[in-house]
T-cell receptor, first 114, second 118 residues
């Protein structure tokens, strides 16, 4: 089985620009979540998608948005980038409905905003 | 609101010895799950072990065991026979089950950097 793959691995953007990060879920998984991990911190939940709809959101402004596609791949879009958006962005997939089922994480996209 | 506390920013252990990484949590939900993840410098979060709030026995996975003390709200990770490859960041995380059963977000602690010395 394939794991979770994210692209690109590294990205440098200018403040005010927009960015799209991509994630391919593990085969058989039906939910995808995105996390932001600032340097020296634990990951923070951004949002989760299930059946192509957002079904949970953390404390992030609306300029953070996402999509989930029928093949369970996903995108994270960030508009009007700010310097504080510089972080590692992790995608995780899982199976909703199985309480003890874990999350499979990708290796992340490291975003630098200058 | 959920909270995870990892009080050890860094830990050192000699190769082949055991080490305990501390984690305490706070939640009002009677049903929850506790996870430990390893994050090497490559960035990927690697699942190590899971403990459900209703599980009667402590979880074990190979060299990893979870010392679950529900009354004290602690879920410490024990790594036996440490190896050089165990050097990494370790995160404790909690998943809460909402009433709808569909939001399984993870709340992470700040992590512990483990260094295994030869």
């Amino acid at each position: 089985e394939t794991g979770v793959t994210q692209s690109p691995t590294h990205l440098i953007k200018t403040r005010g620009q927009q960015v799209t990060l991509r994630c391919s879920s593990q085969s058989g998984h039906n939910t995808v979540s995105w996390y932001q991990q600032a340097l020296g911190q634990g990951p923070q939940f951004i949002f989760q998608y299930y059946r192509e709809e957002e079904n949970g959101r953390g404390n992030f402004p609306p300029r953070f948005s996402g999509l989930q596609f029928p093949n369970y791949s996903s995108e994270l879009n960030v508009n009007a980038l700010e310097l504080d958006d510089s972080a590692l962005y992790l995608c995780a997939s899982s199976l909703v409905g199985i309480p003890n089922y874990g999350y499979t994480f990708g290796s992340g996209t490291r975003l630098t905003v200058v | 609101a959920q909270k995870i506390t990892q009080t050890q920013p860094g830990m050192f252990v000699q190769e082949k010895e055991a080490v305990t990484l501390d984690c305490t949590y706070d939640t009002s939900d009677p049903s929850y799950g506790l996870f430990w993840y390893k994050q090497p410098s490559s960035g990927e979060m690697i699942f190590l072990i899971y403990q459900g709030s209703y599980d009667q026995q402590n979880a074990t996975e190979g060299r990893y065991s979870l010392n679950f003390q529900k009354a004290r709200k602690s879920a410490n990770l024990v790594i036996s026979a440490s190896q050089l490859g165990d050097s990494a960041m370790y995160f404790c995380a909690m998943r809460e089950h909402n009433s709808g059963g569909s939001n399984y977000k993870l709340t992470f602690g700040k992590g512990t950097l483990l260094t295994v010395n030869p």
